[in-house]
C-alpha cells in the first residue's frame, strides 16, 4: 500500500514551459485535493475533486489544470509557466471530506526560472 | 480575513517538557473540523490529530492533545513529553461545511517548534 505518490519529486522549468504533475493514490479515496506551499507559509488549495469526473476550483486556481479521469489519478497540468508558480506542490486524497484524514504525498518542488 | 492564526512563528523547549502550540479559527459554519499537522525538515506532511466541532471532549493521540475551546475560538495543540524529533513545522487547519463541500482544508502560517536536549 503505496499511499498516495507523487512525480517527479524537482523540477525545473522555464518561463513559459508547461508540465503536468502526476499523483496517484491506491486507498481508494473518493477525495482528491492539490495544494501549494510557498516559503515559510502554509499550504493553499489549488484544485479538489470529490469524485472521478468532477473537480472545482480552490483558493489559488489561476494558471493551473487538473482533470480526474479515475478514481486512483489526479494529475494536475501547469500551462506557461511563471516564477510565481516556484513551490512545493502536495497532492493529497482522504475517503470523504469530513471527518476523515488527509493523507498527502510527499511533494514536488518547482522551481520556475 | 484570515481564517487560522498560529501566532508563534517559533518556538523552543527543553526536552522531556510540554509545549502548546496556538491556533484561532474563524468561522460561522456551526459545522467544521480543526486538523494539526507536523511537517518535518523532509518536507512531508504528517497528520497528529483532529477534533470535530461537535465533539464533547478533546482530541487526544498519545503524546498529543488538543485543547479545544469552542467559545473562544482556539485549538490549541499540547505535545507531553517533548522529544528531539518533535522539532518541525506544525500546521493548525480547519475544514469548513459537511463533508459533501469537499473537505477543503484552510491552513495557518505554521510554528516552527525547536526541541532543545
Known amino acids: 500500500n503505496a499511499g498516495v505518490t507523487q512525480t517527479p519529486k524537482f523540477r525545473i522549468l522555464k518561463i513559459g514551459q508547461s508540465m503536468t504533475l502526476q499523483c496517484t493514490q491506491d486507498m481508494n479515496h473518493n477525495y482528491m485535493y492539490w495544494y501549494r506551499q510557498d516559503p515559510g507559509m502554509g499550504l493553499k488549495l489549488i484544485y479538489y475533486?470529490?469524485?472521478?469526473?468532477?473537480?472545482d476550483k480552490g483558493e489559488v486556481p489561476n494558471g493551473y489544470n487538473v482533470s480526474r479521469s479515475t478514481t486512483e489519478d489526479f494529475p494536475l497540468r501547469l500551462e506557461l509557466a511563471a516564477p510565481s508558480q516556484t513551490s512545493v506542490y502536495f497532492c493529497?486524497?482522504?475517503?470523504?471530506?469530513?471527518?476523515?484524514?488527509?493523507?498527502f504525498g510527499p511533494g514536488t518542488r518547482l522551481t520556475v526560472l | 480575513a484570515q481564517k487560522i492564526t498560529q501566532t508563534q512563528p517559533g518556538m523552543f523547549v527543553q526536552e522531556k517538557e510540554a509545549v502548546t502550540l496556538d491556533c484561532t479559527y474563524d468561522?460561522?459554519?456551526?459545522?467544521?473540523?480543526l486538523f494539526w499537522y507536523k511537517q518535518p525538515s523532509s518536507g512531508e506532511m504528517i497528520f497528529l490529530i483532529y477534533?470535530?466541532?461537535?465533539?464533547?471532549q478533546n482530541a487526544t493521540e498519545g503524546r498529543y492533545s488538543l485543547n479545544f475551546q469552542k467559545a473562544r475560538k482556539s485549538a490549541n495543540l499540547v505535545i507531553s513529553a517533548s522529544q528531539l524529533g518533535d522539532s518541525a513545522m506544525y500546521f493548525c487547519a480547519m475544514r469548513e461545511g459537511e463533508g459533501n463541500q469537499g473537505g477543503k482544508l484552510i491552513f495557518g502560517q505554521g510554528t516552527e517548534l525547536s526541541v532543545k536536549p
Open positions: 468561522t460561522s459554519d456551526p459545522s467544521y473540523g
Open positions: 475533486s470529490v469524485g472521478a469526473g468532477i473537480t
Open positions: 493529497a486524497s482522504s475517503y470523504t471530506g469530513s471527518t476523515d484524514t488527509q493523507y
Open positions: 477534533q470535530g466541532s461537535y465533539d464533547q
